[in-house]
């Protein structure tokens, strides 16, 4: 979900026209995760750093957020798809995260394919929170660095972030193998 309104803006097209239609290949790529059996999808939906767009913009993707966790909870019993959450869903209003909640407690006791959401989430603003370092957050951390503060920070964030086994080894990135800034990247290479 995530790059949808650049799509559209590559396009010619509103920046909100590209998240709806990003709404179907979400629905697509679920699909084909139950049907491969995969253990396992996570769907970069929001990160920390789309709080900076403008509020018409956030607002819409809350309210869209709202309108496909409505409309696909059916479609996830049936599948028998757990639905869960990782960054931090205190910062989302009321309204999308009780929706998020109450689809999660749904979908809680399914025993398929589990489809995480990362939402207000972001690789740097981990580590930033879980080492009180504004060099990470500056981008100072390098890539190799990562690995050795993996273990650290997944026992400093288990309580505040869903640590699950995302990855089980393997990081796959459509756009590009190294952009972790905005990802859970360094996750995957504990």
């Known amino acids: ?5 650049r799509w559209a803006r590559s396009r010619g097209l509103e920046r909100f026209l590209g998240h709806r239609k990003g709404t179907q290949a979400t629905i697509d790529a679920v699909e084909v995760g139950v049907n491969l059996k995969l253990e396992h ?12 767009r403008p509020s018409k913009e956030v607002d819409y ?3 869209l ?10 479609d996830l019993m049936e599948k028998n798809v757990k639905l869960t959450v990782i960054g ?4 989302l209003p009321e ?3 009780t929706s998020l909640q109450s689809a999660i407690d749904k979908t809680a006791n399914n025993t398929g394919m589990q489809l995480n959401l990362a939402i207000s989430y972001g690789g740097r603003q981990e580590i930033v929170e879980a080492t009180g370092s504004r060099d990470s957050y500056r981008g100072r951390v390098q890539a190799f660095e990562l690995p050795a503060l ?6 400093i964030l288990r309580n505040r972030y869903a640590v699950a086994r995302l990855y089980q ?3 796959l990135e459509g756009r590009r193998v190294l952009q972790y800034s905005r990802k859970t990247f360094w996750k995957g290479v504990a």
């Open 1 to 5: 979900m995530d790059g949808n309104g």
């Open 41 to 52: 999808m996570t769907l970069y939906v929001f990160s920390s750093e789309n709080w900076g």
């Open 61 to 63: 993707l809350m309210n």
């Open 65 to 74: 957020l709202i309108e496909m966790v409505v409309k696909e909870i059916p």
């Open 88 to 91: 931090n869903m205190n910062r």
């Open 95 to 97: 309204k999308p995260r």
């Open 150 to 155: 993996a273990g650290r920070l997944q026992r």
């Open 169 to 171: 080894g393997r990081i």
